[in-house]
């Protein structure tokens, strides 16, 4: 299986990495991208070492979806969030499998002047053909991203199954994405090459 796969677009770049995301974010420069993710509860919850890495990647600039359950403890990161953004997915119920709650919060910093949204109703995707216990949908991500500045590399540290890489070439930005599992890796790999209608 591959490990990386980028691909090239007039001056915009789409990479992403089979690969721990921390060694990848210990390797970055400060301030070199706007991070948007969706990392494990298990990462917002003990292992503050990821936020403090992503916060000098970003210098202050991210939106972490989080869960009613661990929104406590990103409040308690220093600095505290900016803002907290309510996902609510009109499908979404409490047997639904999948995204188990009607509300998600999206702990944000460093959202650009103009952004004033407190809620987001984007409904999750029904009929994917992969599997992924919280899949998030691209038209969230994309709204997202653009609630922070233009022309500014995206991030996603802990890509699942590359929901923000589609988001990111919908609207022309470059992207970055990491993930350590193989399989969801290859899954958004096929999303990749599926977006960019490449044929093996």
């Known amino acids: 299986?591959?490990?990386?796969?980028?691909?090239?677009?007039?001056?915009?770049?789409?990479?992403?990495?089979?690969?721990?995301?921390?060694?990848?974010?210990?390797?970055?420069?400060?301030?070199?991208?706007?991070?948007?993710?969706?990392?494990?509860?298990?990462?917002?919850?003990?292992?503050?070492?990821?936020?403090?890495?992503?916060?000098?990647?970003?210098?202050?600039?991210m939106a972490w979806i989080v869960s009613d359950r661990t929104l406590k403890y990103a409040?308690?990161?220093?600095?505290?969030?900016?803002?907290?953004?309510?996902?609510?997915p009109p499908s979404a119920q409490p047997t639904s499998g999948l995204l188990t709650l009607k509300y998600h919060p999206i702990a944000c910093w460093g959202l650009h002047s103009g952004a004033k949204v407190a809620t987001i109703r984007d409904d999750i995707e029904q009929s994917v053909w992969w599997s992924h216990p919280g899949t998030k949908p691209v038209s969230l991500m994309k709204k997202l991203i653009a609630l922070f500045d233009n022309d500014v590399l995206?991030?996603?540290?802990?890509?699942g199954t590359g929901a923000t890489g589609v988001a990111c070439k919908e609207l022309g930005r470059s992207y970055l994405g990491i993930e350590s599992d193989p399989n969801y890796f290859e899954i958004a790999t096929k999303r990749m090459k599926d977006t960019w209608m490449i044929n093996e």
């Not at 494990?40 to 403090?52: A, S």
């Not at 409040?75 to 609510?88: G, S, T």
């Not at 995206?154 to 890509?159: C, L, N, T």
């Open 1 to 61: 299986m591959m490990d990386k796969l980028t691909i090239k677009q007039r001056t915009n770049f789409y990479t992403i990495f089979l690969d721990d995301c921390m060694k990848r974010l210990k390797s970055m420069k400060d301030g070199t991208a706007i991070i948007i993710t969706d990392p494990p509860d298990e990462v917002v919850v003990n292992q503050p070492e990821y936020f403090l890495e992503c916060m000098r990647v970003s210098a202050g600039r």
């Open 75 to 88: 409040n308690e990161y220093q600095p505290r969030p900016d803002k907290i953004i309510a996902w609510i």
């Open 154 to 159: 995206i991030m996603d540290p802990f890509m």
